[in-house]
């Protein structure tokens, strides 16, 4: 029997090559997926892409009315929410506290870690009892990373709402975690590594990949695989925990 039989996902960020991935591998494992992000042309073509067990929704995830729209339509589209991986996010800006633009500070506040508290308030009550939440934090939200202090922040809070989440949702037996990845290979850290080292990203991401005992990127995949196992039936015991994907970066 496939793992997600009969379950429904719930996916923000979900034209990000991790939620996209993550739909991916979900749909193969027997679920339906509802996808949210705020680009409605890449919702389409990946929903498109996804087939008949995906459907879509354009949303902000920073403004209530957006959230609560999403998790209804959620329901409303396949009857009920058994998985809400509640994945959006961006980075921000390459710069030292001092140069740091107050705009984007807010900007990703509002997204990392507003965007997630919204999706906790307006979510977790329409999910059923034995549901599983799952929060995209990252290696950023166990340490810091010089210049990088919007991200790193906001990555750090997501622990905190994590942690209360869970508490709050045990009653109900349903489990909150969160995932906390190296840099993955995507459109993020090609993004991160110009902004670290402008003309010559590519020399940045060997730096990079060379601090990660395992020397490379983690692949979109191998984050999904860790977001099915605690979507799936076999974490039923894991709540308020921080799941570490990392490569072997935090051993040292």
Do not use: W
Not at 158 to 163: A, F, Q, R, S, V
Not at 194 to 201: F, L, V
Not at 207 to 234: K, N
């Amino acid at each position: 029997m496939k793992k997600l039989e009969n379950k429904v996902a719930l996916i923000t960020g979900g034209a990000g090559s991790i939620g996209k991935t993550t739909a991916e591998l979900f749909i193969e494992e027997g679920a339906k997926v509802v996808l949210v992000d705020l680009d409605e042309a890449a919702l389409k073509e990946v929903t498109a892409s996804l087939g008949n067990n995906a459907a879509y929704v354009t949303a902000n995830v920073t403004i209530s009315a957006d959230v609560e729209r999403y998790a209804q339509e959620a329901v409303k589209k396949f009857g009920k929410i058994d998985i809400f991986f509640n994945n959006a996010g961006i980075e921000g800006c390459v710069k030292p506290i001092t140069e740091f633009p107050e705009d984007v500070f807010d900007k990703v506040l509002a997204v990392n870690v507003k965007g997630v508290f919204l999706g906790c308030k307006y979510v977790l009550p329409l999910m059923n009892d034995g549901a599983s939440m799952i929060i995209t934090s990252s290696v950023a939200g166990l340490r810091a990373t010089p210049n990088f202090v919007a991200y790193t922040t906001s990555k750090h809070a997501t622990l905190g709402i994590m942690k209360t989440a869970a508490l709050e949702a045990a009653p109900r037996n349903i489990r909150v975690n969160t995932i906390h990845p190296s840099p993955v290979d995507n459109r993020m850290m090609r993004a991160v590594e110009e902004g670290y080292q402008p003309g010559q990203a590519e020399a940045m991401r060997k730096t990079f990949a060379a601090s990660i005992p395992l020397g490379r990127y983690a692949q979109p995949l191998e984050v999904a695989r860790l977001v099915l196992f605690l979507g799936s039936d076999d974490s039923q015991f894991i709540t308020g925990a921080q799941y570490v994907i990392d490569g072997g970066s935090s051993a040292k």
